[in-house]
């Protein structure tokens, strides 16, 4: 199966730089673009901010009143408004252009920020949460950017030929990670730092969501000199036609929204509540969770980039199974923990196998996925994971509030080894084109 990019996209990159063998060189080889290049450094702002609003989010709305039930119908509004945007982006962009999204959702993302740094007024916040879906927590791994995920994913891989897309999506995951690092570590300490200067606490937490809208505006501003057009769709046979997707695209989005939705419910259960997870279980603040955060993000660093690696040794479909798998077991494990710092390393071994399956199922459905199709296909495969992910925080949180701090958890590590299950049956045989002899050879070095 040879990847349409090659053929209807004007955009793919042209190597523009001698290799050479230092370090810098090994991270943003010849093969990145000026383009490619500004969507990674706009993925680190966003997910700069979304790291910091992520750890300072629950605490901050515990501490002002909230109860974990109405944290988490904050979670599911927050979540469903996304999945609004995801699907809408994601058949906008591939029929107008994709460089629109990732500029005005980081501005209605910062609209948000001004409105948590300046007031606590319970329907302000809700309204400014959703249209900015700002705030929801995801542990360590909050650097995500949002829901214009499904634009950016089409844009980076129609700027990049198939052998590199592997290496290119985990690059990607590495400047969202480089980002939680500083947002969800160093900035989040704020609200525990401030105080020692003379600055109230509530101050200072609104200080550090102010930071969050100007991260949040900077990045989307990044964006603007890339170039981006209409995607062009190709031409197809009567046999070849589907309603909005070709049959095979058909095929491959009903087994992808299978397996998302027991991995949205998954998430759902334990993901937007990490923060809140480690605060009332152990009474650990803003400071202590975000050093948290920072060894586990340093310490995953280095397997975004070896992601492309493992694809290559055992295939793309084999590494994204057993990475869901471990992440699925090492659950237990960690909420069963009895200290803050036992459960944490715990946690880290768990946020390494993320950090690799995260990146190669995007690359994965974009390479299977033809390129006028992309930003739809990965919406609607989203769609299934984004709405069982909303309804399930509501749920976990009214059993946060009977006490049992450890059932959503193990709720979600079972939902989560199924999800895995049936993606390595689902999809064993399909293989993406960097694999089935099309194309060119993977690159040497992630």
Known sequence: MKDPTLTSTPHINQERRPANGTLISRFWPNWISRDMSLILLARAGMSTMRGLAGVLTPIYLALIGFSALRLGLLFTVVGLTSTIFTLMIGFTSDRIGRKIFLIVLPVMAAGAGVVFALTTNVTAIFIAAALGTFGRGAGAGAGAVGPYMPAESALLAEKVAPRYR?????????AANLGALLGG??????????????VPTMTAFRIAYGIAAVLSLVSGLIVLPIADARPVRAPRTSRQRGVIFSRATWGILIKLGVTNAFNGTAVGFFGPFITYWLFR????????????????????????????????RFGLVRAIVFGRILQAILIVPMVLAPTFWLAGMVYLVRMLAQRVALPLRQSYVMGVIPNDERASASALSNLPSQLTMSVSPS????????????????????????????????????????????????????
Do not use: C, M, W
């Not at 592997?166 to 590495?174: I, P, T």
């Not at 009474?283 to 980039?305: K, R």
């Not at 006490?403 to 959503?408: E, N, S, T, V």
């Open 185 to 198: 570590g160093l900035l989040a300490t704020l609200p525990d730092v401030l105080p020692h200067f003379h």
């Open 281 to 312: 279980r152990y009474g650990a603040g803003p400071a202590a969770i975000g050093l948290l955060f920072s060894i586990i993000n340093i310490a995953t660093l280095v397997s975004n980039l070896g992601a492309a690696g493992l694809a290559r």
């Open 395 to 446: 749920i976990a949180g009214a059993i946060f509030d009977t006490g049992q701090l450890a059932l959503p958890f193990e709720i979600g590590a079972l939902l989560q080894l199924i999800n895995a299950l049936l993606f390595g049956v689902f999809f064993n045989k399909l293989r993406p084109p960097e694999e089935d002899g099309d194309s060119a050879p993977a690159e040497s070095a992630s």
């Open 166 to 174: 592997n290496s290119l999506f985990g690059r990607a995951a590495f």
